[in-house]
T-cell receptor
């Protein structure tokens, strides 16, 4: 069974600094997709970034980028130039076919 | 506006009562999902549906019932609510057969059972 592990329940970062959130997953599939979602206190689930497993190039969306290591089954999220609005719960998710699996989340605090 | 909407946003009820959470999406997505979110557990799948009249159990289906008579609606019913079902419930949808597509989520329903 596929599992997604976020080993850091809480993280903190100084404003304007860089932080990396970890995610590992377990799968025997070769074709899958990975996502990071942000959940601010408003409770909305907001897509941050996605990565196709067949792509070697790491995805980037403005200040957000991933470090995708397929062999290691690792999918970390790097947030550069952290802003107060980045404070949220972050969830890593894995999709294979039409099944989705989520990690337990990392709560990110941004310190002014 | 197009999107996925859940109602109600907040609900308080008593143990033993039946409660239905509504979910409506305007994208004609084939797949819809219900999750519950609890501290320390992340999102846990309750039920999902691949199309109208097709539903299947997820990780934590006990105590819940779903139906999907129309593609756009996917209500979740707690037939006899228990305190352990106090949680935040999220509905989500996605296109089938397009695996690079993420799930799109509603804003959630905070359900408290007294």
């Amino acid at each position: 069974a596929q599992t997604v592990t976020q080993s850091q329940p809480e993280m903190s970062v100084q404003e304007a600094e860089t932080v990396t959130l970890s995610c590992t997953y377990d799968t025997s599939e070769s074709d899958y997709y990975l996502f990071w979602y942000k959940q601010p206190p408003s409770r909305q689930m907001i897509l941050v970034i996605r990565q196709e497993a067949y792509k070697q190039q790491n995805a980037t969306e403005n200040r957000f980028s991933v470090n995708f290591q397929k062999a290691a089954k690792s999918f970390s999220l790097k947030i550069s130039d952290s802003q107060l609005g980045d404070a949220a719960m972050y969830f890593c998710a894995y999709r294979s076919g039409n099944q989705f699996y989520f990690g337990t989340g990392t709560s990110l605090t941004v310190i002014p | 506006d197009a999107g996925i909407t859940q109602s109600p946003r907040y609900k308080i009820t008593e143990t033993g009562r039946q409660v239905t959470l509504m979910c409506h999406q305007t994208w004609s997505h084939s797949y819809m999902f219900w999750y519950r979110q609890d501290l320390g557990h992340g999102l846990r799948l309750i039920y999902y549906s691949a199309a109208a009249d097709i539903t299947d159990k997820g990780e934590v289906p006990d105590g819940y019932v779903v139906s999907r008579s129309k593609t756009e609606n996917f209500p979740l019913t707690l037939e006899s609510a228990t305190r352990s079902q106090t949680s935040v419930y999220f509905c989500a949808s996605t296109r089938g057969g397009a695996s690079n597509q993420p799930q799109h989520f509603g804003d959630g329903t905070r359900l408290s059972i007294l």
